[in-house]
């Protein structure tokens, strides 16, 4: 019979009903009725050609052919827990992978991820540059960060920012702006321009001009006053999200780390 044909239900329900010898316990530990245990017994014996089980004054007993078939079935239900259990070892490791904009790795993961590691000594990561299109597979990603105005095609949480904040080099620097790839800065005035927002944001530091970046990268050199704001922070239709595909995102140490990324307390 070919794997994709095995009648794995009815095959469950065999191995209950042999180990009990009782249609009624069976069901009890399949939260089945008898009657359902009934029918699936049936139609496996439909299906196979023989007969499993045989009703005798002393009560149900297999016949030699349901016997012949127990052991190779519950050694490959033993085989089965085992692969579960190798596909879950990977809730339960330490080890994720994270892709995000080189800038904001830079300038606001790093750090984080440092603060996260500190509680917990086990835990490792593996940091990927990608600033557009994400692609899970080919890096066996478990979690991404990305710019725009929403998770896009994953699920996702948004960071949580101010928005938008221009900045300069302590004192004032050359009367111009800065522009960089997605900024919002009117492309009419004379521009220096620059990779990315993190590139944007040094060069304002060096004194090259005013650039108007994500408050969320210029947080820590506001505070270190390597750049001063000049006016206030204005909210913005994009942000950083922290994005994943379904099934990582589910996984326990994902989340974990969203929740610690997002700003909760407590480690991976």
């Given amino acids: 019979m070919k794997r994709t044909h095995l009648p794995l239900n009815g095959l469950r329900v065999l191995d209950a009903a042999a180990r009990h010898l009782s249609f009624t316990r069976a069901a009890d530990e399949l939260a089945v009725t008898p009657a359902a245990v009934g029918q699936q017994i049936r139609a496996l014996e439909d299906t196979l ?3 499993l089980f045989r009703r005798t004054t002393k009560g149900l007993e297999l016949t030699p052919e349901g016997e012949a078939g127990l052991g190779p079935l519950r050694q490959g239900f033993l085989e089965f827990e085992e692969a579960v259990r190798a596909m879950q070892a990977g809730q339960t490791s330490k080890s994720l992978t994270i892709a995000a904009p080189r800038d904001l790795t830079e300038k606001w993961l790093m750090p984080r991820l440092a603060e996260i590691a500190r509680g917990d000594g086990e835990l490792r990561f593996a940091l ?14 478990d979690l991404a960060i990305r710019w725009g105005d ?6 996702g949480e948004a960071l949580e920012s101010e928005g938008m904040v221009t900045v300069e080099r302590p004192g004032g ?3 111009t702006r800065i522009s960089w790839p997605g900024c919002l800065n009117d492309d009419s005035v004379s521009l220096v321009r620059v990779g990315d927002a993190g590139l944007a944001l040094d060069a ?3 004194g090259l001009g005013r650039a108007t970046v994500p408050e969320l990268l210029a947080a820590a050199d506001i505070a270190a006053g390597r750049v001063t704001m000049v006016g206030e922070a204005t909210p913005s239709a994009k942000g950083y999200w922290l994005v994943a595909p379904l099934p990582q995102w589910r996984q326990k140490k994902v989340r974990a780390l969203v929740d610690a990324l997002a700003g909760a307390t407590g480690g991976v």
């Fill in 128 to 141: 990927v540059s990608a600033d557009e299109d994400i692609d899970f597979t080919e890096a066996n990603l």
């Fill in 49 to 51: 050609g023989v007969v």
């Fill in 173 to 175: 620097g050359i009367d």
């Fill in 204 to 206: 304002a530091a060096e």
């Fill in 150 to 155: 929403g998770p896009g095609t994953h699920e």
